[in-house]
């Protein structure tokens, strides 16, 4: 006697008796007894298994958000989710949004992260696939929805892959972020019919939340490129900056020494220079053994990474061994004349920015209280700029005109 297993409109098998002629009504109630314990059973097992799904994928974007480097992160993705899902091969693509990967923005998908030799090859070979092309991938992005194929030999738009030829069934999903699909994960099995709809739900959750991952990485490599960029902009105007002040001044040098105290010499004016060019505390000493018995500590005053300058100690005992705690202090005292000597350098700049702008109104009130023609113009404009540039004699030399000034004694 054959009798089905089935729960309401859900077919689970048959089951077979042996046939008993007194024995009919029974095998109706056997049935019905098998097929309520068999449903029980595998809501039970699918419940596990979907809580299993839920606690892998929720493992797998915590591990994530905590990498910092895009090529780590992805790399940790495609692992991760090959291991806790027990897969075939894992693949993440990011859309080529500026072209830098294939010269064309935003038109393909290329892998960036892939499991096993077969992933390695294919980066290799820079595997990529068309936005809304003939492949799940290039569909999923285009659509930002999920694909499955539970049998890839009868799916209408997949892309053969060579280097994975076990494959049997294979899930892509869309990585969001913001509203936009940034890339995909395809995920592949060697069974068939390997994942159902449900599961789209959990591993979707998954892939928004390694989508935000990638996201924030990227914005974290571009604000610290931006920072970067910035710190150097600074820098050059740091070593802009003091390269014109130091011009300016009648001495760069300043040397306090008790009485009998060992001259600086050029062997470690070198020294002393190569050490602040390290941009870290050095302690250097004489080449010279027959000379005086020195140890001198150097600290460089950085401003902004950029060293405008040190601070040198010197003990003649030829004993000294410098703590860590004196070397912190060179350190702090070091940093704290570099932005003294960078804000007194600013008030300079300040106040002969202030000096020449109060000098071009000057002028400019004399030529315009004395014009009456071009002439008294030019004559006006050459005899203040004489006067305040010290110069010999000023011309201006325009279409037609000719205009000097010869410098006067008084």
Not at 24 to 30: D, R, S, W
Not at 267 to 275: G, Y
Not at 296 to 318: E, T
Not at 329 to 339: D, F, G, K, N, T
Request: glycine content about 8%; aromatic content about 4%.
């Amino acid at each position: 006697v054959v009798e089905p297993l089935y729960f309401r409109d859900n077919q689970l098998g048959l089951v077979l008796f042996e046939a008993d002629p007194w024995q009919g009504t029974t095998y109706h109630v056997l049935r019905g007894q098998i097929s309520s314990a068999l449903k029980g059973t595998l809501l039970l097992e699918e419940v596990g298994e979907r809580a299993y799904q839920i606690q892998a994928a929720a493992e797998v974007a915590q591990i994530v958000s905590s990498f910092l480097d895009l090529d780590v992160l992805m790399d940790r993705v495609v692992s991760l989710v090959r291991e806790r899902f027990d897969l075939y091969y894992v693949g993440l693509f990011l859309v080529d949004e500026s072209g830098e990967w294939t010269d064309e923005p935003d038109r393909w998908v290329v892998l960036r992260s892939g499991t096993g030799e077969a992933g390695e090859a294919m980066m290799a070979e820079g595997h990529k696939l068309e936005v809304g092309g003939s492949s799940m991938i290039g569909q999923c992005v285009a659509n930002q929805e999920a694909r499955i194929a539970l049998d890839v030999g009868q799916a209408a738009v997949r892309f053969d892959n060579p280097h994975l030829p076990d494959t049997h069934s294979e899930m892509a999903l869309p990585l969001i972020s913001r509203g936009e699909a940034i890339g995909a994960l395809t995920i592949q099995s060697a069974e068939r019919a390997a994942f159902s709809e449900e599961d789209i739900a959990v591993l979707q959750t998954m892939a928004s939340q390694v989508a935000i991952a990638i996201e924030n990485t990227r914005l974290l490599d571009q604000a610290q490129t931006a920072l970067a960029e910035m710190e150097a902009t600074q820098r050059r105007y740091v070593r802009r900056g003091w390269s014109e002040f130091e011009r300016q001044l009648e001495q760069t040098e300043y040397e306090v020494a008790r009485p009998g105290a060992a001259p600086v010499d050029e062997d470690l004016t070198e020294k002393i220079q190569r050490a602040l060019v390290a941009r870290e505390p050095q302690v250097v000493t004489p080449d010279d053994e027959a000379g005086p018995a020195r140890s001198v500590l150097v600290a460089p005053s950085l401003l902004r990474g950029q060293s405008i300058g040190g601070l040198m100690v010197q003990d003649d005992s030829g004993e000294r061994e410098w703590t860590d705690d004196e070397i912190a202090l060179m350190e702090v005292v070091a940093e704290r004349m570099a932005i003294i000597a960078e804000n007194m350098r600013l008030l300079d700049e300040t106040q002969r920015r202030a000096a020449r702008e109060r000098l071009t109104s000057e002028i400019s009130e004399h030529v315009r209280g004395a014009a009456t023609d071009i002439d008294d113009v030019l004559q006006t404009t050459l005899r203040e700029l004489s006067g305040a540039l010290k110069a010999s004699g000023t011309i201006v030399i325009g279409a037609g005109h000719r205009q000097e000034e010869a410098h006067r004694d008084e």
